[in-house]
């Protein structure tokens, strides 16, 4: 929105008329609008603190302020020379919903280390409460949720995790030929898991996707020990039939003849991840959690093989149990490996070879393969991040942001957009004009034409969406901040040109333009122009300047404030603060 502005308008005829400059229109401006201390004096035994107050609190103070005397004696004030309106600030930045106008954007910062779904959930609880207090009209809107895409991603791997789990009890149903002896390897799995999940709460690592899948990486190795355990007792329950006097005996006999090296191979297991808790920076940040829960996973199935296991094998396995060679699972593979095993045993020379050719012949393949930091995620919302030419005006980018915005919304799948061009007046967002960052909040799957995806998405609303001098870039928001953050670039692939002469630098990148659209798989081309600003460049003649007897620092100063015009001071009135800003009219500026 608009920022309210004092703007005093100076009238160069007038100025000239009472000789006074445009420097010392500067000077009154501050000096009458300030307050000072006074120290303090004692009367009747106490202090009282001086202070003399002197903030301009209207248009009409600002009017009042002296500026000298004429020839007669009479004083000169602001308001002889200048007049004093109440305007909108020049602003760098245009926030816009739906198309259907401007608006006041805002975002949460979470604080670090915090957990982002906590977050979210006490954030929306808060607006729920703030709701009865807006001022008739107004209303929150929420234009991007990462609470969605948390839900989804935890949800759909916790459900794999299910799955991954039955698949796990079922395969040892099947090979071990036996129900109760599966149980055993079953019940075991979720120990481990529920040990794992006790130390990530000891720790604070939350629930996540790296954290939940370096428990779905682990899995398949925690079941390891248990198999190999309860099938060492199935071959000592082949030679000694199971009894109740002596199955305790079996028990600790068989767990004791492979328990120390079951032990041992899960814990070298355990820390094969060691080298995952070197990665520095942002790769560290992002797979400790898989290394810490894989690392906490495995080491609780090595303890569980030696110490629950063995018990729960005492209890559970009993009744007849089929050899390993009546198995007709075993039967099966075997029966078809053995052949197999004979034809390479046969020629061992043919088959190194036959190895070695494999090997050869994949590296070329796999130097081809492309890379990539972290594969695609679709985040379930959009962002519009085209390009502009440099030098647009505020006035251009805004009626450009509304007509994407309304053009966007017109798609069935999307909810709310949400567009900035520009910046807002913060350190922490030095986005220029050129820039439009466009938030696209899409409505659930479900609600979605038939056959419709994401990819599909993007391609119409590109065809959609063509101006001239404006580059597409359809996005993930996520993904694309920490492209942003990591490497500058905005777009998942990007050139960065080094060089002494920005000159040649944007030559280059316009021949890389022109030769990369033709490229297979290229969506979109555009090579920023980092000289191609407007200027309006003002040399100043020093000998002409001297006959009047200015500086090149007095030119440069009316040039500043008269044409640009520039915040000479501020009022304070009560909590608020207004700039007041001088210049010259704007029939002289233009």
Known sequence: GMVKQYQVKVSPEKLRAFGIPLAHIQNAIKRGNQEVGASVIEMAEAEYMVRTSGYTQSREDLLSIPLGLDDNGTPVLLKDVASVEVGPQMRRGVAELNGEGETVGGIVVMRFGENAQATINGVKAKLEELKSSLPEGVEVVTVYDRSGLIERAVNNLGF????????????????????????????????????????????????????????????????????????????????????????????????????PAL???????????????????????????????????????????????????????????????????????????????????????????????????????????????????????????????????????????????????TVPEVKTVFGKVGRADTATDPAPLTMIETFIQLKPRDQWREGMTTEKLKQELNTLIRFPGVTNAWVMPIITRIDMLATGIKTPVGIKIAGPDLTVIQNIGKRLEEVMVDIPGTASVYSERVAGGRYIKVDIDRERAARYGLNIADVQQVVASAIGGINVSRTIEGLERYPINLRYPEDYRD
Request: charged share 15%.
């Open 160 to 259: 794999k995790l299910l799955e991954e789990f039955l698949v796990v009890g079922l395969v040892c149903m099947i090979f071990l030929f036996h129900v109760r002896s599966s149980l055993v390897a079953i019940l075991s799995l979720p120990v481990g898991i529920l040990a794992a999940f006790i130390v990530m709460h000891w720790q604070g690592i939350n629930a996540n996707i790296m954290s939940l899948g370096g428990i779905a990486i682990a899995i398949g190795a925690m079941i390891d020990g248990a198999i190999v355990m309860i099938e060492n007792m199935h071959k000592h329950m082949e030679r000694t039939p199971l009894t109740p006097e002596n199955r305790w005996e079996v028990v600790a006999r068989s767990a004791s003849e492979v328990g």
């Open 263 to 409: 032990f041992f191979s899960l814990l070298i297991i355990t820390v094969s991840f060691v080298p995952v808790f070197a990665l520095e920076a942002q790769e560290g940040r992002m797979f400790a959690p898989l290394a810490f829960t894989k690392t906490y996973a495995m080491a609780a199935s090595a303890a569980l093989a030696v110490t629950l296991v063995p018990v729960l094998m005492g209890y559970f396995i009993r009744g007849k149990v089929l050899p390993e060679h009546k198995n007709p699972v075993n039967r099966l593979l075997v029966g078809a490996y053995m052949p197999v095993l004979k034809l390479v045993l046969r020629f061992p020379k043919t088959t190194v070879m036959a190895a070695l050719l494999a090997l050869a012949v994949g590296l070329w393949p796999a130097t081809k393969i492309g890379s990539e930091f972290i594969p695609p995620l679709d985040e379930g919302d959009l962002m519009y991040m085209p390009t502009t030419y440099p030098g647009i005006s505020i006035g251009k980018a805004r009626q450009l942001l509304q007509q994407t915005d309304k053009l966007i919304a």
